[in-house]
Each structure stands twice: as C-alpha cells, then as structure tokens.
RNA sequence: GCCCCGGUAGCUCAGCUGGAUAGAGCGUCCGCCUCCUAAGCGGAAGGUCCCAGGUUCGAAUCCUGGUCGGGGCACCA
C-alpha cells in the first residue's frame, strides 16, 4: 500500500515531524529556533541528522541529550522512518524506511523530467540578465562562463518555482557603437582599395574585415565610401604622441559630417546588425537561450533615461556642480557620488543604467538578478542607491559576480585583449572542445571564484573533463535498456514498482540513498545560486551507478529482482538526465 | 590608501545554515573484463584546512588582526 506524498524533498518530511515534535516540548514559549535537518555525511548515523536538541540546550537549559529523548519520544508515528537514534553530544539520527526509498523511487518514474523541481519561488517574477556584452566583436571565452552560468542559474530558479525571465541588455548606443562604425567603415575603404590610417583605438579584429567585405557586395554600400580628400587632417595626433581617445573622436566627428547622419547610422546599423547575428547564433548554438534582447537605443529613444532622470532629480538627491549633475550617491550607501549627465550635456551609462532598472522594476519583475564581471562590483551600491532614490526596493536588485576566465596554453597565460582582436572566442573553444563540455566546464567552479582554463588541456581529447563520466552512466543506462530489447526481455513499471523489497544491496542502498537527495540538491543549488553543486551531485551519482554496474548485473533470470533493478537504473537514468538537462549539457544515449 | 574574491592532498578544486573520523578528480603505486559499453570498478599512499588571537558545547566554516595571490576603485562602456 502506497500512501500518497507530495512532491517535496524528503529532508522537508522530516523537517515536519521534527517540528511538530519539538512544539509540544515544555518551556519552549515559541522560541523554537530555526530548524535544521541535513543529511548524514556517515552512513552510520542514518540518513537525515539534525541538532535540534543542541540548539534547544541552552534557552531550556537542560542536557540535550534528555531534550533529544523527549523529541523523540513525541515524534509522529509514520512509514517514513525506520529508526531514530540519538548520538554523540545529541544529534538526532534518522534513517529511513525502505518504503520511504521506493515511494521515492516511484515518483522518479511518475514525475519523469519534473522530478526534482519544487514551488519554494512561489511564482516569485525574476528576471536574470546576463552576458550583456557590448555588440562590437564576437563573444569571448570569459562571456561564455556567464553565459553558461546565467543559464544555469535561470535554468535552477525556474525549476523552483520562480517565473523566470532570460534577458540579454544590448549596448546599442553611445561611444563604443560609433567607434565600431568608424572601424568599420575604414575597413570597407581599405578594401575598396583606400587605406587610411587606422586608429589605435579603434576595433582591429580581423571579423570587422570579413563584415566590411560583407557589406561591400550590396551596391547601396557603395554610397558608403564617398572619394575622400583630406581625411580628417585636423585630427589631433594618435598615440603614443597624442591621446589616442581624442584622435578617436576627431575621426567619429569627421565621418558622421562626411556621411551625414543617416550615411553613419547605415554604416552602424550594418555592423550591429552582423556582430549581433554573430553573438546570438553563437549563444544558441552553445544552448543558451532568452526571452528578450533589450535595447538600450530603445530605451533612450522612448525618452526612458530622461524620465529617471526627472524622477532622481523629483527626489532631491542630484546637485549641480562644474557644469555638471552628479546624483548624491553616498547619502544611499556609495562611496561617492556619480555624475548622471556630463558637462556636454549628455548622459551617463549610469544615468542609462537607472532607467533600464527602473524599467525592468516597471514591468513587474519582483527579483532583477544581474550577472556581471567581477569587476563590475562597484556598481552594485551606485545602482542600488538609484533604485532606492526613485523610490524602488534596493534589495530588489542581486548581483551575482562572475570572476575572471584566466586562459592557459600548457603553462602559458594566454594575454587577451579585445581591442587588439587577439583573444580567444566562445565559437573558437566551442569547437575546440564541444558544447557539452565548455557548458560543464564553466559551472563546475563557483562563479565567485577565478577559473583556470587550461587550453590544451580542455582541446586534448584524453582530458579529465567529468562531463564524459557523468553521460557515460546515462549511456550504459540506454546500453542495458537496448540490450534487454535484443533479448526480447519484457519490463514495465508497474512490475518494477511492486519488486522494489527485492533492492537489499549495499550498492543499491547507495543509489537509493543518492537519488533521494537530488531534490534538496537542487534546492541548495537554486538557493546559492551555484550549479556547482548540481555539477558534484551527478558526478557522485554517476559514480554510484558504476559501481553498481561494476558489481551487479540487471539483466537476470529472476523476474522481480530484475524488474527492480531495471527501475531503480531508470530512476538514476532520469535523475542524470534532469540533472544534465538543468547544466545545459546533453545526455546521450551511446558513447 | 579604500573595496571585492581567494589561500584545503603533488596539481585542479568541493566542503551547505558552524556538527560527528576534512572529501573528489587528476597524477603516483597495486589489483579487476568468458560478463548488460574498461570513457568503468576496487584498493594503497598522500593534510600545519596560510598564520595568530577571539566567539561557541563544538570552527576549514563565524569575528578581529596579519600575510600571500588575483581583481576593482572614470564627467569609459
């Protein structure tokens, strides 16, 4: 007889009869603190183990050993605990029935590719924006890591029940974008066979060649590339005897007045649009996927910037100062103010930054999770400043930080830069070492620390990547399921469902056990924001599946213990899969 | 100078909200295919959890001060 659960990790279960047990105690006064239940890290102290009763020793100041007898005593009677011990200074052990096992078990089999996802977000509205780079060169190695990593994350807060929005914030405007039209454009002159000086600060990666090539063969380009006579000469010098920045903007100056407005915005709009088509193939070849690509051009058209602004000027917070309008940041918890529009009169990124969070607030997002570089921390307390000045919760802002991609060839640090177009793409080491493995690669590490990328050893097929591990346990699952087929072996599992007691190994304990954690392994894993996690758990269940496979066949004469243990491969088969599918990894059913 | 991140086995790193004898992979050494995939399994060796104080029944974990390494501190984006 089953009795019916609901989808909850069983560490809740417990939690439940724990708590209901603890409030009947004598002297607690609600003063219950906060409950912890974790699972044993020694198997020989059960499964589940909490120290409740050391907790409570002090505020009742009473042995916790004696408390732990009184919980105990008063703990629900129920089919999920076969035993419960008190041990050491007091920690209270549980282990759990077998029956607790093969309810679980089944619902691996029922819930299929919802097992393991919950509702503890309630529906809670979360956008994650990530990767975000500026749409003027191809992806590089360091955005891949936070491409992965919003994905995984967006991939974990959505299978706890959150309503998740993946968005990607396109720097379509302002200084970056025009130095990319000049770069651009000096490009299609070269080729057309006009070779003018090249700006040091321009963008000289060889993609903006093969664009302007591109461009070239559409006639209307052709407008594009007036006779020109003295090409900027008024221009101050570049570096290194001049500032390179104000030969750049002497040069942007003079092509936006040769071209007219609309000439140079043509010539932008062509590399945007190639190096964004670039950017968005690139992410969805790797498996990574979003609802919205916002524009900040949009924003700034639709007049957003100066409506925040107007609202952090209604606020009080700006002053006026050398010309300029600073917003008074250190009065919400900067450490110094921030100038929102410069003495030109025009406006900030971080002037763009307050609109685009105030919009992202607008349309109804409870939680704006950002993911950013590590070097962005600063940011964090000036936009968290503009939220609270505009009258927007400061905390509902998240920055999650990504460290740095520290690229290695053998021992080698590979030096980047991508100005001087010498760097590693995403594209590059997706085909160097597959989707799968840069995906898994990339979230093994917490996000909050340097990762260490050792090219050579990534590309060299003998590589020690736990990717091929992980899927090779769901292969040999799909290898036993075609070879029983071959067999003309029969199997369902209602049959397996009803054999379970026939689970008496030690290795299948161990799996049993392994797979009744991947709930709360998700959980943990949503909560901290940390794939990590997820990353760990399956290369440990992968493990355990080996080692089963290693010692135990499943294919055997006896009917029961063989429908058993083909349902109890299943059930770790759907868990890998679930757990791949969170990672954006594939799980392949040959090798 | 100020701020952020880190220091755990030879190497790369896990270690949850403080919990019981600190873990994994790789590397090294020794074993295991008549068998559903050996991209596998089992075993051995390997530790001053950077240092010093503090809090606690209990600290790799929290606090303070050092130290070493990485990064950041724009009227750039």
Same mark, same amino acid.
């Given at each position: ?107 691996? &089999? ?313 760097? &590693? ?167």
């Amino acid at each position: 007889m089953r009795r019916l659960r609901k989808p909850t990790a069983v560490k809740h279960e417990i939690e439940k009869l724990l708590a209901a047990a603890a409030a009947e105690l004598p002297g607690l006064e609600g003063q219950m603190p906060r409950l912890e239940v974790e699972r044993a890290r020694d198997a020989k102290h059960g499964d589940y183990a909490s120290n409740l009763a050391m907790q409570l020793a002090k505020p009742l100041r009473r042995k916790p050993r004696d408390i732990a007898d009184e919980i105990v005593a008063r703990l629900p009677n129920t089919g999920l605990l076969a035993g419960v011990d008190i041990a050491g200074p007091g920690f209270i052990n549980f282990r759990l029935s077998p029956q607790a096992f093969h309810q679980e078990l089944a619902q691996i &089999i029922d819930r299929g590719e919802a097992y393991g996802s919950s509702q503890l977000g309630a529906g809670e509205r979360v956008l994650v924006e990530f990767v975000s780079a500026n749409p003027t060169g191809p992806l590089h190695v360091g955005h891949g890591r936070h491409a992965a990593y919003g994905a995984c994350v967006a991939n974990l807060l959505a299978a706890t029940g959150h309503q998740v929005h993946r968005e990607y914030y396109v720097n379509d405007a302002g200084r970056q974008m025009d130095i990319l039209a000049l770069s651009l454009w000096l490009r299609m002159q070269e080729l057309a066979g006009v070779t003018l000086p090249f700006p040091s600060a321009g963008y000289r990666g060889a993609y903006l060649v093969e664009i302007a090539g591109d461009a070239l063969v559409d006639a209307q380009s052709q407008k594009l590339l007036p006779f020109v006579d003295h090409w900027a000469a008024d221009a101050p010098p570049d570096a290194p005897d001049g500032d390179a920045d104000l030969h750049l903007d002497a040069l942007i100056a003079a092509l936006r007045e040769l071209l007219g407005p609309e000439g140079f915005a043509a010539v932008l709009q062509i590399g945007l649009r190639a190096i964004l088509g670039d950017i968005r193939d690139d992410l969805a070849e790797f498996g990574v996927a979003y609802d919205e690509w916002y524009s900040e051009r949009s924003l700034v058209d639709g007049g957003a910037v100066d409506r925040a602004l107007s609202r952090v000027n209604d606020s009080g917070h700006t002053y006026e100062l050398d010309g300029a309008t600073w917003f008074r940041a250190t009065a919400l918890g900067d450490e110094k103010d921030r100038v929102v529009v410069r003495d030109n009169g025009s406006t900030t990124y971080f002037a763009s930054d307050i609109a685009y969070h105030l919009d992202k607030r607008a349309r109804g997002f409870d939680r704006l999770v950002d993911i950013l570089g590590a070097d962005h921390h600063g940011y964090v307390a000036r936009v968290r400043a503009g939220l609270e000045a505009t009258g927007e919760p400061p905390e509902s802002l998240e920055v999650d930080l990504v460290q740095f991609v520290v690229l290695y060839r053998g021992d080698e640090k590979v030096q980047m830069s991508t100005r001087s177009g010498e760097f &590693i793409t995403l594209r590059e080491l997706r085909d160097e070492v597959g989707d799968d493995a840069a995906r898994l690669f990339f979230v093994s590490r917490s996000n909050e620390q340097h990762l260490d990328f050792d090219l050579e050893l990534a590309k060299s097929r003998t590589n020690e990547n736990p990717v091929f591990y992980i899927q090779y346990a769901h292969a040999r699952i799909c290898s036993v399921m075609r070879e029983m087929e071959t067999r003309g072996v029969d199997w369902d599992d209602s049959r397996g469902k009803v054999s379970l007691d026939r689970l008496t190994e030690a290795h299948e304990q161990k799996l049993m056990q392994a797979l009744v954690r991947y709930p709360e392994m998700v959980e943990q894993a949503a909560r901290q924001r940390a794939p990590q996690h997820i990353v760990h758990y399956l290369r440990d269940l992968a493990n355990d599946l080996h080692a089963y496979y290693n010692a135990h066949r499943f294919i055997v004469d006896d009917d029961a213990l063989r429908d058993a243990r083909v349902l109890l491969i299943l059930a770790t088969r759907q868990v890998l899969r679930n757990g791949l599918g969170l990672l954006g990894v594939s799980a392949p059913a040959s090798m």
